[in-house]
């Protein structure tokens, strides 16, 4: 059972979409371990969105990702 609520509408998170079980090389740059990770893409019953729910232990992790974005792929570009 998952415990998450929609953050757009607040009902219940209850149809898994997608459950990805190796971190992307995204979240490999943050240093996110590969052994035991698990993220979740899941349906909103209420509004119908999917949400990406990552493990509560990412997720300092994860916010990092957001200034380091474009470096994981062009930190010695010119670009």
């Not at 929609?6 to 971190?23: A, F, R």
Request: glycine share 8%; aromatic share 8%; with cysteine.
């Amino acid at each position: 059972m998952i415990k998450e609520k929609c953050p757009i509408c607040g009902g219940n998170l209850n149809d898994v979409l997608l459950t990805i079980t190796k971190p992307d090389r995204f979240e490999i740059a943050v240093g996110i371990k590969e052994e035991g990770y698990k993220r979740q893409w899941i349906r909103c019953a209420g509004c119908g969105v999917a949400i990406d729910v990552h493990d509560a232990k990412n997720l300092e992790l994860v916010e990092k990702l957001a200034s380091a974005y474009y470096a994981v792929d062009f930190k010695n570009s010119s670009i």
